[in-house]
């Protein structure tokens, strides 16, 4: 609680400068990376519908062959509220000279905006884990996702690479690679290279540079231009890196309330309660929107 003990300095005009909780912040990051919509339910739920397989030859005369379709892989959302609040005294709020209670107002605005890209960040930070699953029952990126009709495919290199041109190569010629559970080819591209803070100059080399880092041969850089990059600094492992398709539904978040903020007033002790509440959930349907590895 905010009162005129803990904030004794606050009570008189002697303090050139306050600092600590007005520091410059980071853009938020989430929303280039998440297919972000709108909801007004609990759940939600993402849900693949299983393909045709390709057309067989008909013989004359003979009927035409048949088949079938089933339901696929169900994911479902859960929304999370997330919320946090501080109490002022009314003598606080009074003697003050500082506007220190509008500051740490605000500052809930910031802590808020650092838990949503924290959350949604961490559904990259355990992309790899496979306690944390989705519809297939598998970690969003691995090398042995199932096909409803037998088989597997991989949004993970099956050798770990640490980021390079070799590495870019193997990430664009897996992601060709993706097909339906029927195994039929889709049109999948790499879109967005997400990166930690420490891989960035490793990217700028990568996608800038005319030339082919590393190489003395005065090679033509295959990868420049090859996609865009963004730097999330909520990434927690400086060696993994991931790629965004361009496949749909893949990493969700879903908002069933944007961030509000209230102040509200207690009749018996006359104490302000100032509070930040929203309601969202991260998640991923398709993992074919995603590709990533840990690196060496």
């Not at 297939?136 to 690479?161: F, I, R, S, V």
Request: a negative charge.
């Amino acid at each position: 609680m905010a009162n005129t003990t803990n904030f004794s300095q606050a009570m008189e005009v002697q303090i050139r400068k306050w600092y600590g909780n007005a520091y410059d912040q980071e853009p938020v990051a989430y929303p280039k990376l998440f297919e972000v919509r709108n909801t007004n339910k609990k759940y939600d739920y993402l849900h693949s519908l299983a393909d045709f397989g390709l057309v067989p030859v008909k013989a004359e005369g003979a009927s035409i062959a048949s088949t079938d379709t089933k339901e696929g892989w169900k994911t479902t959302i859960t929304q999370v509220t997330y919320a946090l609040s501080f109490s002022v005294t009314l003598e606080m709020q009074k003697y003050e000279q500082y506007n220190l209670v509008q500051s740490m107002s605000k500052d809930l605005g910031v802590s808020m905006k650092q838990t949503e890209d924290t959350v949604s960040a961490d559904l990259f930070n355990n992309g790899f884990d496979s306690n944390y699953t989705f519809g297939d029952g598998k970690a969003m990126l691995t090398t042995d996702h199932p096909k409803l009709y037998g088989g597997t495919w991989q949004n993970e290199p099956t050798n770990p690479l640490d980021l390079s041109n070799e590495a870019l190569e193997q990430a664009k010629n897996d992601i060709r690679d993706f097909v339906s559970d029927r195994d039929k080819l889709i049109n999948a591209r790499p879109k967005l290279l997400v990166i930690p803070p420490e891989l960035e100059w490793t990217a700028k080399k990568l996608l800038l540079s005319s030339n082919e880092p590393g190489n003395a041969n005065n090679d033509i850089n295959p990868a420049k231009g090859f996609v865009d990059y963004v730097v999330n600094p909520y990434l927690t492992d400086p060696k993994a890196w991931f790629m965004l398709t361009s496949v749909s539904n893949g990493p969700q978040f879903l908002w069933s309330q944007k961030p509000t903020r209230q102040m509200t007033n207690d009749s018996k002790s006359l104490n302000i309660d100032y509070s930040v509440y929203a309601m969202f959930a991260v998640s991923c349907g398709d993992p074919r929107g995603a590709y990533g590895c840990p690196g060496v």
